[in-house]
C-alpha cells in the first residue's frame, strides 16, 4: 500500500525534471551543492577577516598589534606560530617570528628617515621637532627589487613606518621609470644593487627629481646611494607603536601597483587597508590552510604576486617558496624539495610545464591545488591529465577591480560561477557591448542593456561591478582624468556608479562564466566581432602549434581589421599549411580565420606573461619589415601561402582577395 501511494509522485519526477530542463533551471540545480559550500565559506572567511580588524582597532595604539591590519597579522603569526617556516628563498628559510624581527629593522631604518628617533633602547620613540628628514609620515617609497626577502622585510617595515610602498615594474627604464615614480608622488627610491649599471643614465634624473636613493645592498659605491639592508641591520628589532600604521580609514591608500602598461605608460593603482584585509582572505576562499607550502614565481610587482601570493599566505599562516624567476626545467624538483601543496600559476607558466619533456620528479608530488588565472582549456586538460590527481582553481580579478569570481567547481576552461548566491555576495553584470564604438549598449533612457534576458544566454557582455563602500574603486594616483573609462555612470538608474573591467564574458547555460575577450582585443572583420580567444583555442588545438597569440591588423582598402596570429611550434614539429587551412575553416566562421600567419621562435610577453598584443598589432605583415616567415590566405585557392613582397603588393593593390 506504501508503495502505491508513492507512485503518483514518482510518476510526476520525469515531466517535473523535464520543465526543470526547459525552463534552465536544472543545470543551476545541479550546481547547489558547490554554491551553497562555497558561501558558507565566504562567511567563515568574512568573519575571521572581521574579527582580525576589530582586534587591530582595539589594541594599544602603542603596541604592534595597534597597526595597520598587515602589521598587526604579521605580529600575530609571529607570536602564535613564531617557529613555522614562513618564508623559503634558496638556501634560506625565514621562520614567521625572524619574518617580524627583519621588518621591525627595516621599519625603524625607514623611521630614522621620517626624522622619528626610537629613544634609548630602541623604546616607543617620537617624533623629532623641526628635524630636516627626507620622508615626511605617508610618504611614498618606490621599491624597484626582484622578488626576494628582501623584497617583503622592506614592504612590510615601510607599512609598520606609517610609508606607502609603491611597487615599480623591475624592467621600466629612462620615461616610463621616471613616468611611474611622478604618478606615485615617490619621495625616494629603494633599487637592487645588480640593477644599478641599467639604471647609471637614469640617476641625473632621479636626482633631479629629489628621490632619496637607497641600494638594498653593499654592491655600490655611488655617491649619494646609501645601503638600507645596511642601515636596517643596525636597528633594534623591537617592534614600533602601532600607532604609527593606524589608518585612519579602511579606504586611505597604503601601496600603490603599477598596472602593466600593455596599452600605455603604467598607472599607479590605488591600493587600500581594506584590499589588503580583503587579500587576506585569498587563501582561505581557495580551500588552503596552514600547513600548506605555496610555490610563488610571480613578480611581487604584480598583485598576483604580492597581495594574493603574500598577503593571502599570511592570511592563513602558510609557508611561501618564493622564487625570483620561474623555471619549467626546476619547478618539479623545487616541489619534491619542499614538499610543496600549493602552486600559484598565471596560465603561461602551466603552459610551459606541459611543453616540458617528462621527468621523474614531477611524479610522487604532494601539489593537490593549483591556484592562477588565465589558464585556457588545452592547457587546463593537458596539465590535470599529466600531473594529476589534482585540483585547478581558476580565479578572475583586476589590481584596480572590485570584482572577483572564482571557478570553485573546477569546471574546465570557467572563471567562476554566476549562481544568485555568489551575485548576493560579489555583485555583477554583463551589459551589451558594442565593439565599432568601443562602448556599452544604452537604450532609450540612456540605460545599459543586460545581455539577453533569460539565466545565462552565452551571449558575451561586458562584465561591470557596482561601486560601493563594500566593493569601492579608488581609481589611480595623478589625477581623476586617469579613471575616465573604467567608471560606467546611470548603468541600470539614473545616478547608479560601476567598474568597468574592460574585459567580454560569457555566461553558459549551466551558470558557468567564460572569459571571451578584452575589449581592446576583439577587433571587427566582415560585419562581424572577431574574439581572440576563440581562434587561439582553435589554433592550439593543432599538434604542431604550441602557443599562439591572435590579434587584429589595418589592412589598407578593408574595413575593420584582419585577423592575424603569431604561431610558436611545437618541437619537433614544422607548420603544415594544408591542414591549419583545413582545421580553420571546419573550427571557424570564415570571417575568423586568420588573414596572416607569423611564425616565431618565441612569442613576446610583458614580465607578468601577457601577450603583446599592441606591439605585434603595430609591426603589422609587411615582409620588407619583418625577418619572421609569414603566411597570407588565399580565399580564391583556399590556402595559406608565403607572403612575399609580390604579394604584398598585389593585396594592397586589391588583387589578392582575402
Given at each position: 500500500?506504501?508503495?502505491?501511494?508513492?507512485?503518483?509522485?514518482?510518476?510526476?519526477?520525469?515531466?517535473?525534471?523535464?520543465?526543470?530542463?526547459?525552463?534552465?533551471?536544472?543545470?543551476?540545480?545541479?550546481?547547489?551543492?558547490?554554491?551553497?559550500?562555497?558561501?558558507?565559506?565566504?562567511?567563515?572567511?568574512?568573519?575571521?577577516?572581521?574579527?582580525?580588524?576589530?582586534?587591530?582597532?582595539?589594541?594599544?595604539?602603542r603596541g604592534p598589534e595597534g597597526g595597520c591590519s598587515l602589521a598587526w597579522r604579521l605580529a600575530q603569526l609571529a607570536r602564535q606560530r613564531p617557529a613555522h617556516v614562513f618564508l623559503i628563498h634558496g638556501a634560506r628559510r625565514?621562520?614567521?617570528?625572524?619574518?617580524?624581527?627583519?621588518?621591525?629593522?627595516?621599519?625603524?631604518?625607514?623611521?630614522?628617515?621620517?626624522?622619528?628617533?626610537?629613544?634609548?633602547?630602541?623604546?616607543?620613540?617620537?617624533?623629532?621637532?623641526?628635524?630636516?628628514?627626507?620622508?615626511?609620515?605617508?610618504?611614498?617609497?618606490?621599491?624597484?627589487?626582484?622578488?626576494?626577502?628582501?623584497?617583503?622585510?622592506?614592504?612590510?617595515?615601510?607599512?609598520?613606518?606609517?610609508?606607502?610602498?609603491?611597487?615599480?615594474?623591475?624592467?621600466?627604464?629612462?620615461?616610463?621609470?621616471?613616468?611611474?615614480?611622478?604618478?606615485?608622488?615617490?619621495?625616494?627610491?629603494?633599487?637592487?644593487?645588480?640593477?644599478?649599471?641599467?639604471?647609471?643614465?637614469?640617476?641625473?634624473?632621479?636626482?633631479?627629481?629629489?628621490?632619496?636613493?637607497?641600494?638594498?645592498?653593499?654592491?655600490?659605491?655611488?655617491?649619494?646611494?646609501?645601503?638600507?639592508?645596511?642601515?636596517?641591520?643596525?636597528?633594534?628589532?623591537?617592534?614600533?607603536?602601532?600607532?604609527?600604521?593606524?589608518?585612519?580609514?579602511?579606504?586611505?591608500?597604503?601601496?600603490?601597483?603599477?598596472?602593466?602598461?600593455?596599452?600605455?605608460?603604467?598607472?599607479?593603482?590605488?591600493?587600500s587597508h581594506l584590499k589588503i584585509l580583503q587579500c587576506q582572505g585569498f587563501y582561505q576562499l581557495c580551500g588552503a590552510h596552514q600547513e600548506d607550502v605555496i610555490y610563488l614565481a610571480l613578480p611581487l610587482y604584480h598583485m598576483?604576486?604580492?597581495?594574493?601570493?603574500?598577503?593571502?599566505?599570511?592570511?592563513?599562516?602558510?609557508?611561501?617558496?618564493?622564487?625570483?624567476?620561474?623555471?619549467?626545467?626546476?619547478?618539479?624538483?623545487?616541489?619534491?624539495?619542499?614538499?610543496?601543496?600549493?602552486?600559484?600559476?598565471?596560465?603561461?607558466?602551466?603552459?610551459?610545464?606541459?611543453?616540458?619533456?617528462?621527468?621523474?620528479?614531477?611524479?610522487?608530488?604532494?601539489?593537490?591545488?593549483?591556484?592562477?588565472?588565465?589558464?585556457?582549456?588545452?592547457?587546463?586538460?593537458?596539465?590535470?591529465?599529466?600531473?594529476?590527481?589534482?585540483?585547478?582553481?581558476?580565479?578572475?580579478?583586476?589590481?584596480?577591480?572590485?570584482?572577483?569570481?572564482?571557478?570553485?567547481?573546477?569546471?574546465?576552461?570557467?572563471v567562476g560561477r554566476a549562481s544568485w548566491l555568489y551575485k548576493h555576495v560579489f555583485p555583477f553584470s554583463l551589459i551589451r557591448y558594442d565593439v565599432t564604438t568601443g562602448e556599452p549598449v544604452r537604450d532609450t533612457q540612456g540605460?545599459?542593456?543586460?545581455?539577453?534576458?533569460?539565466?545565462?544566454?552565452?551571449?558575451?557582455?561586458?562584465?561591470?561591478?557596482?561601486?560601493?563602500?563594500?566593493?569601492?574603486?579608488?581609481?589611480?594616483?595623478?589625477?581623476?582624468?586617469?579613471?575616465?573609462?573604467?567608471?560606467?555612470?546611470?548603468?541600470?538608474?539614473?545616478?547608479?556608479?560601476?567598474?568597468?573591467?574592460?574585459?567580454?564574458?560569457?555566461?553558459?547555460?549551466?551558470?558557468?562564466?567564460?572569459?571571451?575577450?578584452?575589449?581592446?582585443?576583439?577587433?571587427?572583420?566582415?560585419?562581424?566581432?572577431?574574439?581572440?580567444?576563440?581562434?587561439?583555442?582553435?589554433?592550439?588545438?593543432?599538434?604542431?602549434?604550441?602557443?599562439?597569440?591572435?590579434?587584429?591588423?589595418?589592412?589598407?582598402?578593408?574595413?575593420?581589421?584582419?585577423?592575424?596570429?603569431?604561431?610558436?611550434?611545437?618541437?619537433?614539429?614544422?607548420?603544415?599549411?594544408?591542414?591549419?587551412?583545413?582545421?580553420?575553416?571546419?573550427?571557424?566562421?570564415?570571417?575568423?580565420?586568420?588573414?596572416?600567419?607569423?611564425?616565431?621562435?618565441?612569442?613576446?610577453?610583458?614580465?607578468?606573461?601577457?601577450?603583446?598584443?599592441?606591439?605585434?598589432?603595430?609591426?603589422?605583415?609587411?615582409?620588407?619589415?619583418?625577418?619572421?616567415?609569414?603566411?597570407?590566405?588565399?580565399?580564391?585557392?583556399?590556402?595559406?601561402?608565403?607572403?612575399?613582397?609580390?604579394?604584398?603588393?598585389?593585396?594592397?593593390?586589391?588583387?589578392?582577395?582575402?
Amino acid at each position: 500500500m506504501a508503495g502505491l501511494l508513492l507512485l503518483p509522485p514518482l510518476l510526476l519526477l520525469p515531466p517535473l525534471l523535464l520543465l526543470l530542463r526547459t525552463l534552465h533551471i536544472w543545470p543551476r540545480l545541479r550546481w547547489l551543492a558547490a554554491d551553497l559550500a562555497f558561501a558558507v565559506r565566504v562567511l567563515r572567511c568574512n568573519r575571521a577577516l572581521r574579527a582580525r580588524a576589530l582586534a587591530a582597532a582595539a589594541a594599544d595604539p602603542r603596541g604592534p598589534e595597534g597597526g595597520c591590519s598587515l602589521a598587526w597579522r604579521l605580529a600575530q603569526l609571529a607570536r602564535q606560530r613564531p617557529a613555522h617556516v614562513f618564508l623559503i628563498h634558496g638556501a634560506r628559510r625565514f621562520s614567521y617570528a625572524e619574518a617580524e624581527r627583519q621588518s621591525n629593522r627595516a621599519a625603524r631604518a625607514f623611521l630614522r628617515a621620517r626624522g622619528w628617533d626610537a629613544g634609548p633602547g630602541g623604546g616607543a620613540g617620537n617624533e623629532r621637532a623641526g628635524a630636516a628628514a627626507p620622508l615626511a609620515p605617508g610618504a611614498t617609497v618606490a621599491l624597484l627589487l626582484p622578488a626576494c626577502p628582501e623584497f617583503l622585510w622592506l614592504w612590510f617595515g615601510l607599512a609598520k613606518a606609517g610609508l606607502r610602498a609603491a611597487f615599480v615594474p623591475a624592467a621600466l627604464r629612462r620615461g616610463p621609470l621616471l613616468h611611474c615614480l611622478r604618478s606615485c608622488g615617490a619621495r625616494a627610491l629603494v633599487l637592487a644593487p645588480e640593477l644599478l649599471e641599467s639604471l647609471e643614465p637614469d640617476l641625473p634624473a632621479l636626482r633631479a627629481m629629489g628621490l632619496h636613493l637607497w641600494a638594498a645592498g653593499p654592491e655600490t659605491r655611488l655617491a649619494g646611494i646609501s645601503d638600507v639592508l645596511a642601515e636596517a641591520s643596525a636597528e633594534a628589532d623591537e617592534p614600533v607603536p602601532g600607532y604609527l600604521s593606524a589608518p585612519q580609514s579602511v579606504m586611505d591608500t597604503c601601496l600603490y601597483i603599477f598596472t602593466s602598461g600593455t596599452t600605455g605608460l603604467p598607472k599607479a593603482a590605488r591600493i587600500s587597508h581594506l584590499k589588503i584585509l580583503q587579500c587576506q582572505g585569498f587563501y582561505q576562499l581557495c580551500g588552503a590552510h596552514q600547513e600548506d607550502v605555496i610555490y610563488l614565481a610571480l613578480p611581487l610587482y604584480h598583485m598576483s604576486g604580492s597581495l594574493l601570493g603574500i598577503v593571502g599566505c599570511l592570511g592563513i599562516g602558510a609557508t611561501v617558496v618564493l622564487k625570483s624567476k620561474f623555471s619549467a626545467g626546476q619547478f618539479w624538483d623545487d616541489c619534491q624539495q619542499h614538499g610543496v601543496t600549493v602552486f600559484q600559476y598565471i596560465g603561461e607558466l602551466c603552459r610551459y610545464l606541459v611543453n616540458q619533456p617528462p621527468s621523474q620528479a614531477e611524479r610522487g608530488h604532494k601539489v593537490r591545488l593549483v591556484v592562477g588565472s588565465g589558464l585556457r582549456p588545452d592547457t587546463w586538460e593537458r596539465f590535470v591529465r599529466r600531473f594529476g590527481p589534482l585540483q585547478v582553481l581558476e580565479t578572475y580579478g583586476l589590481t584596480e577591480g572590485n570584482v572577483a569570481t572564482f571557478n570553485y567547481t573546477g569546471q574546465p576552461g570557467a572563471v567562476g560561477r554566476a549562481s544568485w548566491l555568489y551575485k548576493h555576495v560579489f555583485p555583477f553584470s554583463l551589459i551589451r557591448y558594442d565593439v565599432t564604438t568601443g562602448e556599452p549598449v544604452r537604450d532609450t533612457q540612456g540605460h545599459c542593456v543586460a545581455t539577453s534576458p533569460g539565466w545565462c544566454s552565452g551571449e558575451p557582455g561586458l562584465l561591470v561591478a557596482p561601486v560601493s563602500q563594500q566593493s569601492p574603486f579608488l581609481g589611480y594616483a595623478g589625477g581623476p582624468e586617469l579613471d575616465r573609462g573604467k567608471l560606467l555612470k546611470d548603468v541600470f538608474r539614473p545616478g547608479d556608479v560601476f567598474f568597468n573591467t574592460g574585459d567580454l564574458l560569457v555566461c553558459d547555460d549551466q551558470g558557468f562564466l567564460r572569459f571571451h575577450d578584452r575589449t581592446g582585443d576583439t577587433f571587427r572583420w566582415k560585419g562581424e566581432n572577431v574574439a581572440t580567444t576563440e581562434v587561439a583555442e582553435a589554433l592550439e588545438s593543432l599538434d604542431f602549434v604550441q602557443e599562439v597569440n591572435v590579434y587584429g591588423v589595418t589592412v589598407p582598402g578593408h574595413e575593420g581589421r584582419a585577423g592575424m596570429a603569431a604561431l610558436v611550434l611545437r618541437p619537433p614539429h614544422s607548420l603544415d599549411l594544408e591542414q591549419l587551412y583545413s582545421h580553420v575553416s571546419e573550427n571557424l566562421p570564415p570571417y575568423a580565420w586568420p588573414r596572416f600567419l607569423r611564425l616565431q621562435e618565441s612569442l613576446a610577453t610583458t614580465e607578468t606573461f601577457k601577450q603583446q598584443k599592441v606591439r605585434m598589432t603595430k609591426e603589422g605583415f609587411n615582409p620588407s619589415a619583418l625577418s619572421d616567415p609569414l603566411y597570407v590566405l588565399d580565399r580564391a585557392g583556399g590556402a595559406y601561402l608565403p607572403l612575399t613582397p609580390a604579394r604584398y603588393s598585389a593585396l594592397l593593390a586589391g588583387d589578392l582577395r582575402i
